[in-house]
C-alpha cells in the first residue's frame, strides 16, 4: 500500500495525471524540515545543532490522512493565502521545499486571521526554484492541542515526533521573482516583490532597504497604521494589492548591492534579499581590416581592444589558424597587455596586441582574437586572413636607386647654388648706405 501511495505522489508531481493542470492542484510536496537543538555552554552562550528531518507538504483539509505516513507531515488546510497559485510552470524536481520553526521573539499576541489561538506555534515553508527563478516564504500557523506556555520561542521548542502529522493554515506569504538579476549601466530596474496575507492587516508595514560594503540604507517605508510613508520607487495604491515591487532610478556602478525587501504583520516579520549585479558586454574591435596583404618579411602592430565591461575580469586571448585547416588553432605566446583603464561611467577597456612578422608560409593563416566576460553567453571572436606577397628584390633595387639617385642631384643643386648665395651675400655687405 504504502508503494502504491508513493507511485500516486510521484505521477502527481511529474504531471503524468490526467486532469492535473497546474500545480494548485499538487496534493503533496517532499519537503526537509531543517530542526533546531538549543543548548546552553559554561559561559551562557546559546549553541544551536540543525537536524535535517524527511518531511512534507500535504494540501488537503483537517482530518486528511497522511499521504506518506513514513515521513512528518505538515497538512496544509484551506486558507484565504495558497501558496501553490504562486508557482508557475515548474515541475517538482526543480523545487526545494525547506520547513523551518518560526519564533516570535518572545512577542505573545493572537493572530488577527480566523481560528487564531495566542498559544499557536509558527513555522516557515520557502520554496525556491532551483534556477533561481522565484522564492516564496509562506508563513504556517499551528494550534497546538495542548497548549504549552513559551513553546513559541527557540529555548522551548516543542518536540516533533519523526511520523507526527501537524495541521496548519498558510496565513502570509512573502515573495519575489528576481533573487538574483543582471542589469547593464543607465537601465531602470525594477525588483519584484509580493505578498498575500489571510486578512486585511491593519498593521502592515514595507521597507526596502540596501546593503552595500556593511553600510544599510532605507530607500522606502510605508506603515499602514500610521499612514506615514518616506522614500520612493513603490506605488502606494500597488501595495493595497499585494505588490511591494521597488522600481530603481537609471542603474550606475553604486546601484550593485543587495537590496530588501521586508514585509510585516506582528509577530510575523518576512524579507527576501535580491542581489543586483552590474554587467555590461565589451565593445570588441582590431585595429586592421578582415583581410591584410603585407610583403614577406614585413611587420605589423596588430591591436586587439575591449571596451566598455564591468566588472573587471576580462579574459582576452590571440589565437593562430594555419591555412588550409584540419590544424586546431595555436594560442600566441608573444601577447602583450596593456593596463585596465577606468573610465568615469565606471566600466574598463583593455588591449592585447602583437607585433606580426609575416613570411610567405603564413599566406592564408587567419588570426583572431577571442574576449571571454561574465556578461557574454559565448566569447566574442574578431578575426583577419593574413596575405603575404613575394619580396621583389628588383623593384626593391629599382626604388634604392631612384631614392639614391635623388639624393645625389639634391646634393649637386646645393652644390652649385651654396657658392652664388654666398658671392650675393657679400656683395649686398659692401653696398654704401
Known amino acids: 500500500m504504502i508503494l502504491n501511495v508513493n507511485i500516486l505522489i510521484c505521477l502527481f508531481l511529474c504531471g503524468e495525471v490526467p486532469g492535473i493542470q497546474s500545480f494548485e492542484q499538487v496534493p503533496w510536496l517532499p519537503c526537509q524540515l531543517v530542526d533546531e537543538s538549543v ?82 506555534i509558527w513555522f516557515t515553508c520557502t520554496i525556491r ?29 516543542a518536540a516533533i515526533a519523526d511520523r507526527a502529522a501537524l495541521t496548519t493554515s498558510t496565513v502570509m506569504l512573502v515573495l519575489t521573482r528576481s533573487p538574483s538579476v543582471w542589469v547593464g549601466l543607465v537601465k531602470q530596474q525594477s525588483l519584484h516583490c509580493q505578498f498575500d496575507v489571510d486578512h486585511k492587516a491593519a498593521d502592515l508595514t514595507v521597507e526596502w532597504r540596501f546593503q552595500q560594503r556593511g553600510e544599510r540604507t532605507t530607500l522606502f517605508s510605508h506603515s499602514s497604521r500610521s ?32 537590496y530588501v525587501c521586508l514585509v ?41 581592444e575591449a571596451e566598455g565591461y564591468y566588472p573587471l575580469d576580462v579574459e582576452m586571448e590571440w589565437f593562430r589558424e594555419p591555412s588550409g585547416g584540419g590544424l586546431l588553432p595555436e594560442k600566441l605566446d608573444t601577447v602583450l597587455y596593456s593596463s585596465h583603464r577606468h573610465h568615469q561611467d565606471g566600466t574598463y577597456s583593455l588591449s592585447a596586441f602583437f607585433l606580426l612578422h609575416t613570411s610567405l608560409h603564413d599566406s592564408g593563416s587567419k588570426y583572431f582574437c577571442r574576449v571571454s566576460h561574465s556578461s557574454l553567453r559565448m566569447p566574442i ?49 659692401r653696398k654704401p648706405y
Not at 80 to 97: F, P, S, T
Not at 132 to 154: E, K, M, N
Open 39 to 120: 543548548t546552553f555552554n559554561d559561559e551562557g552562550h546559546a549553541e544551536t545543532e540543525y537536524q535535517h528531518r524527511d518531511a512534507g507538504l500535504q494540501f488537503g483539509h483537517p482530518g486528511d490522512s497522511s499521504l506518506n505516513p513514513n515521513t512528518i507531515t505538515f497538512l496544509v488546510t484551506g486558507s484565504k493565502v495558497d501558496m501553490r497559485k504562486y508557482i508557475e510552470g515548474v515541475v517538482e524536481h526543480q523545487l526545494q521545499c525547506e520547513i523551518r520553526r518560526y519564533s516570535t521573539e518572545g512577542l505573545q499576541m493572537r493572530w488577527p486571521g480566523l481560528g487564531a489561538q495566542e498559544h499557536d
Open 264 to 304: 510585516s504583520v506582528p509577530p510575523l516579520f518576512g524579507s527576501h534579499d535580491i542581489t543586483l549585479h552590474i554587467m555590461e558586454p565589451p565593445r570588441v574591435s582590431l585595429n586592421v581590416d578582415s583581410t591584410i596583404s603585407l610583403v614577406d618579411r614585413g611587420e605589423q602592430k596588430v591591436v586587439c
Open 381 to 429: 571572436r574578431k578575426s583577419f586572413t593574413l596575405i603575404v606577397t613575394e619580396y621583389d628584390s628588383w623593384n626593391a633595387a629599382l626604388w634604392l636607386f631612384f631614392g639614391f639617385g635623388s639624393i645625389l642631384v639634391m646634393v649637386a643643386i646645393l652644390f652649385v647654388m651654396l657658392p652664388r648665395l654666398s658671392s650675393a651675400r657679400k656683395a649686398n655687405q
Open 129 to 157: 526554484h532551483t534556477d533561481g527563478v522565484f522564492i516564496i516564504t509562506s508563513f504556517l500557523r499551528h494550534t497546538p492541542a495542548t497548549p504549552t506556555p513559551g513553546q513559541a520561542h527557540y529555548r522551548n521548542w
Open 227 to 258: 499612514g506615514q510613508t518616506e522614500g520612493s520607487g513603490v506605488p502606494l495604491n500597488a501595495i493595497g494589492r499585494g505588490n511591494a515591487s521597488l522600481t530603481l532610478p537609471l542603474t550606475k556602478q553604486s546601484s550593485e548591492g543587495t
